[in-house]
C-alpha cells in the first residue's frame, strides 16, 4: 500500500483534521521527499457569462476567450508533477473565466485530487452555475469561494448548497473593484503582490505572476506568456527558476492591478457592473449547453 493512502485512511479512520502545510511536507520529506509547491493557480476556462467592469481577468480571458482545459493536458500536467515529485499543498481553480462553465470541471477535479500530488484544492466562482457541481465531486474540493455581486439572484441556491456542504463554501460579497491600471505607475516597485504566481496556463507556467500580470505586460509591452525569462513550459522541474524575491520587482509591477502600492494610491474603485454581454458570446453558450 502506498505511503500516501495508508495516511488518508489513518485521518479519515481517526477523523484528523491535520492537512496544513507543516504536516505535509513533514510527511513528504519523511516518507516520498516529495518537493512542497505551496500554491499554484489552475486555469481551465476563458468564457464568463459575465463582462465585469474592471475585470482583473480580462485581458486574459480576451486572449484565451475559446479556451478549456482539456482531460489530455490535465494528464500531461499530473505528469509532469510526479516525474518533477511536486507536491502542491493549494492549487486554486479561479478562472480566467468561470470555473463552473468548464465541461471537464467534474472529471478535472477528482483527477487532480485522486493523483495524490494536490492537498486542498479551492474553486472561485462566481456561483451562477452551482448545479454544474455533483454531489460526488465535493469531497475533492476542500473550499468553494462564492463572489457574490449585486445584480446575482443567487442566494437561494447558495443557501440549497449551504445546508449539505455548509463549511465548504465561503461567500465573499464583493460591490466594489479596484479600477485596473491603464498606464504605468512610476516607483512604485517593490511591491507586495496581490496576485503571485505560478500559474499554469494550458501548457505552460507563469512563474511570478497570476492574471492581472497579462494585463500588466500588455501595457509594457511584454509577451510573459511566451517570455523564457517570465514563463517555463510544462516539463519536467517545471518550477526549478521559481525565484519568490522577483514577485513585485518586475518591471511590469508598475502597471498592475496587483500591485499593493498602486491599490493604496487614488485609484478610485468601482462599482461592480456586471453585465451578460458576454453570455451573448457564442463560446459562452456552447460550454453551458
Ligand atoms: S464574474 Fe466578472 S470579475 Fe469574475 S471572471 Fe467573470 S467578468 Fe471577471
Ligand atoms: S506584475 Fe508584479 S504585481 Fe503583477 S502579478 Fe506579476 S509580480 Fe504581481
Not at 42 to 67: D, K, M, P
Request: one cysteine or more; proline letters at 4%.
Amino acid at each position: 500500500m502506498q505511503w500516501r493512502s495508508l495516511w488518508w485512511k489513518i485521518k479519515k479512520i481517526l477523523k484528523l483534521k491535520i492537512d496544513g502545510p507543516f504536516f505535509n511536507s513533514a510527511f513528504n520529506i519523511i516518507f516520498k521527499r516529495r518537493k512542497l509547491v505551496e500554491h499554484l493557480y489552475f486555469e481551465v476556462i476563458g468564457a464568463c457569462q459575465y463582462n465585469c467592469t474592471s475585470c482583473s481577468h480580462e485581458e486574459l480571458r480576451f486572449q484565451f476567450r475559446s479556451f478549456q482545459l482539456s482531460i489530455e493536458e490535465i494528464k500531461n500536467f499530473l505528469h509532469f508533477t510526479e516525474k518533477s515529485n511536486y507536491h502542491i499543498h493549494r492549487l486554486e481553480i479561479h478562472g480566467p473565466g468561470e470555473p463552473l462553465l468548464w465541461k471537464g470541471f467534474n472529471d478535472g477535479v477528482k483527477m487532480l485530487k485522486e493523483s495524490g500530488r494536490i492537498s486542498k484544492i479551492i474553486v472561485i466562482t462566481n456561483g451562477l452555475l452551482l448545479k454544474n457541481i455533483k454531489d460526488e465531486t465535493w469531497k475533492y474540493i476542500f473550499q468553494l469561494r462564492i463572489s457574490l455581486y449585486p445584480m446575482s439572484d443567487i442566494l437561494g441556491s447558495i443557501k440549497e448548497k449551504q445546508k449539505k456542504f455548509g463549511r465548504k463554501i465561503k461567500v465573499n460579497k464583493i460591490d466594489q473593484f479596484d479600477r485596473v491600471p491603464e498606464e504605468r505607475h512610476e516607483n512604485t516597485t517593490p511591491c507586495q503582490c496581490a496576485c503571485p504566481g505560478p500559474m499554469f496556463l494550458k501548457d505552460r507556467i507563469i512563474l511570478f505572476c497570476g492574471p492581472p500580470g497579462i494585463h500588466a505586460a500588455k501595457l509594457a509591452g511584454v509577451d510573459i506568456i511566451n517570455d523564457p525569462e517570465m514563463s517555463e513550459a510544462l516539463g519536467v522541474n517545471y518550477l526549478s527558476r521559481l525565484d519568490q524575491n522577483k514577485i513585485g520587482k518586475l518591471k511590469i509591477c508598475e502597471y498592475c492591478w496587483a500591485n499593493c502600492n498602486i491599490k493604496k494610491e487614488d485609484i478610485p474603485v468601482v462599482s461592480v457592473k456586471p453585465n451578460r454581454v458576454a453570455a451573448a458570446n457564442s463560446e459562452v453558450k456552447q460550454v453551458a449547453s
